[in-house]
Every structure is written in C-alpha cells, then in structure tokens.
C-alpha cells in the first residue's frame, strides 16, 4: 500500500512560527549517482553531508518529508555535553579512560554546533553558550547533584562547574522552589528549527543534492554499491547512511532499526510574549535549566517566552493531558505565569536506547548508522556527522561506547509501550513522594 506522504501531521510549535523561511528543495525523480546516499535531512544527515563533501566525495541527502519536519525541527534547542548515562557510571562500569573518551566526544559535540553555525553563518540560530543550570527539588537530590559535581571536577578536570545555594538558584530562576543546583558551563541554548535550515541551506550551497518528499521505501545492493529507491526515482551510491532516528519506521527500508530504540514523546509549551517586567525576572542570565526529577522538565527563556518542556507524553500523536500537565509544572514553579496563556503546544519523539548512549557505525560495508540520542541529540547528532564522514573514508575513528556493535535490541518489543508507561508512573510516584 503506497503511503500518503502529505497527510504527515504539521508542528504547531514556536520554532515554526519563528524560523526563517524553508528553503524548497526538489523531489527526487529519475536516477541519480552519488558516492554516498545519506536518508534524512536531519542534524546528523547534513552534517555528514558537510562533512563528506569537504572530504572531496558527493553525497545525495533524501528526506521524507520537508528537513526539520522530524525531531530536529521539534526539540527544545537545548545544546549539553552530556549523555543520559552519567560519567561517573561510565566510569563505574567500563573504567576511567572510557569516561574521559565519553567526555572528550560529550564536549567536542557542544563545539561541533558552534562550529558549523559559524561555517555557515547561521544568525538565525541564536547560539548561546551561557550553561545550564541543573536545579535540585529536594535536599537529597541537591546532595546527589554536588557530590556528582565534585567528582566531576576531580575526576574529569571540570573546573567551572559551580555550586548553587537556594539564593544563587532563585536569582537564576526567579522561583523559590528549588533548594539549590548546580551550574554547568559550555551548555547553551539554540533556536532548532533555525539551525536546521541554516544547515540545509548550506550544504546546499556548496553542491550538495538535497532532497524533500522523497521517502526511501527501499535500500537493496547491487554489485557495486546500494540503491535507495522513492516512489519516484532512485539513488545508486557505493555506501548508505541512515539518519533516521526515532522516526526509522516511516517507510520499512529502515524500520527494523526501530527494534534497538524505545520512542519517546517529549511535549513542549511556549507561552505568550510577558510583560518586560516579569520576563525581566524569570530566568535573567538567559541560561538553560532542568530539574533534579526523574521526570525531568527543563525550561528557558526565548524571545521573552517561557519554554516549558518534558517527557511523560504517550502515544503516537500530540496529548492534551501531557501539555495540561507541562502547564501544571510550569505554573507550580513559576506561580507568576498562572494567567499566563500558552500560544504553542507541540511534541516529538525522543530516541532512548538499552544502553542510554547513542550508536554509531557500519551496519555491514556499504550501510552506516547513527542514532538514539536519549534526549541530548542536537550537539551530538551534529558530531556525529563527522564520524560517519570518518567511516566513510574507511577510517576506524574511537567512538567510545558508541560503537554499534554495541547496540541491543529492545526485548519483548510489542510490549515497549505498556512497560514505558509503567516505568513513567513509577518514576511519577517516586518524584511526588520526593524520593
């Protein structure tokens, strides 16, 4: 059965509604060449296609829908060097010279952004390097995130990383409710959507072949390389480089990579534009925040909007339970904001994976991989296009705990959804009962 490509849903999000115009890019028809087919016009796709042009070779870029559609277009902007497993559990778990591999690749993904907005000139990007901070709920939470902080700065050389009272954290947030926190330097804040088109913008630019509503339903090999079919045309190229991610089972080319990942559905709120004054008062350093919870909200400060966002949404398409809910928390920690009305409510699929780190690598010799970025893919999947550009070249680059020889597949995976609900209401209880 042929799928109707047009009747994807649209995101009603802020970035939407404040990105620079989209560029048009053409629908691949007829047969094209290419040294390698890259499918996905995300954050990890365009910057492999930047990077394997620079390396002299020709990359064909082929999207499903428009690029930005997927979770690069819909992420809340935050830029972290980190992963969803902590250095000190890597550390714990495969040893002191894997945690500082894990931090070099965290910290050389924050630069990576930087470096390709200014490759590119994306202005529009609002790139900002100011930290974030992590802002604890309760005294035992607060104490877990010093003590990690500490062994941070003694173990991995963190030197900036800075301890908050209840004072430094109320002057950061403007709310009271928090007992203290930690700031992290180097992290930062982007507008995504932005970013995106910037990036598309100018690989385009410099030769690279991007194309939109072009779906690869099929990847097959042949005697020289693969071919990516569409409905309407066809790729042949030596190598393949699925850039997917959380949106891998839009066509069943790629949809037996969504067995290694459990889909997510993180949900975000924007309010309307505040009163100078009280958005003067709510998170003046114009840094990124998140919570101690389990079920972490984090939230920043754009164009004088409140962002608010989390994971706990369900299902396959947006939840008004999960925005009531986003709007509860809000409004619980900044009471200011009660009558404040919410212009835009929207979600995206976050890719989680067994292990909590993302993978990278060949699936076989002519078909590569990079996905699963936890929650913390805009810096990484931007990185990790320079890896592939690496594999590519037949380079064998360290990419630590990434490797996707790594990566499992999810067990008893009908049955992902229902367990990610019961972990959620579990996670749910143990924040409410401040544990």
């Known amino acids: 059965m042929t799928r109707d490509w047009s009747a994807l849903p649209s995101v009603n999000s802020l970035w939407e509604a404040t990105a620079a115009p989209a560029r048009d890019f053409p629908v691949l028809s007829g047969e094209q060449q290419a040294d390698v087919v890259i499918v996905g016009a995300g954050y990890t796709g365009l910057s492999a296609a930047h990077h394997i042009a620079r ?114 954290v109320r002057e950061e947030t403007g709310s009271d409710i928090f007992v203290g926190g930690v700031l992290h330097p180097g992290s930062g804040g982007i507008h995504p959507l932005n970013y ?62 969504q067995r290694t990942l459990v889909p997510f559905r993180s949900a975000m709120v924007a309010t309307a534009q505040l009163p100078r004054n009280l958005a003067g008062k709510l998170m003046p350093s114009g840094r990124t925040y998140t919570e101690t919870k389990r079920m972490m909200r984090w939230f920043r400060m754009v164009d004088q909007r409140v962002i608010f966002g989390g994971r706990g949404a369900f299902g396959k398409q947006d939840s008004q339970a999960a925005f009531d809910a986003l709007r509860k928390a809000m409004v619980g920690i900044f009471p200011d904001l009660a009558d404040v009305p919410l212009d835009y409510k929207w979600s995206g699929l976050v890719a989680m994976t067994l292990d909590s780190v993302p993978h990278i690598g060949r699936l076989d010799d002519r078909t590569l991989v990079s996905l699963g970025y936890n929650g913390a893919g805009v810096a990484m999947s931007s990185l990790m296009g320079r890896y592939l550009a690496a594999f590519v070249r037949g380079e064998s680059p360290d990419v630590g705990l990434l490797d996707v020889r790594r990566m499992k597949t999810i067990p008893l995976y009908p049955l992902r959804e229902p367990a990610v609900r019961m972990v959620a209401g579990w996670y749910q209880f143990l924040d409410a009962i401040g544990r």
Not at 230 to 243: C, D, K, S
């Open 196 to 257: 995106l088109r910037g990036l598309a913008d100018g690989v385009a630019r410099r030769g690279v072949s991007v194309f939109q509503e072009s779906p690869v339903v099929r990847l097959r090999r042949e005697k020289d390389g693969i071919v990516a079919e569409t409905p309407q045309g066809v790729v042949r190229a030596r190598q393949a480089i699925i850039a997917t991610n959380s949106y891998s089972d839009l066509t069943g080319a790629t949809a037996h990579l």
């Open 55 to 168: 390396s002299g070779l020709a990359p064909i870029v082929l999207e499903a829908n428009r690029p930005g559609w997927g979770a690069s277009g819909r992420n809340g902007g935050v830029i972290s060097a980190k992963f969803r497993l902590s250095f000190r559990e890597i550390d714990a778990a495969h040893g002191r010279a894997m945690a500082k591999r894990m931090y070099e690749i965290a910290h050389e993904s924050t630069d990576m952004v930087e470096e390709l907005v200014s490759e590119y000139g994306i202005t529009g990007a609002n790139l900002t390097r100011t930290g974030q901070v992590k802002a604890a709920h309760n005294e035992t939470t607060l104490r877990a995130a010093i003590d990690e902080a500490n062994w941070m700065t003694r173990e991995m050389g963190s030197a900036e990383v800075r301890i908050l009272d209840k004072n430094g």
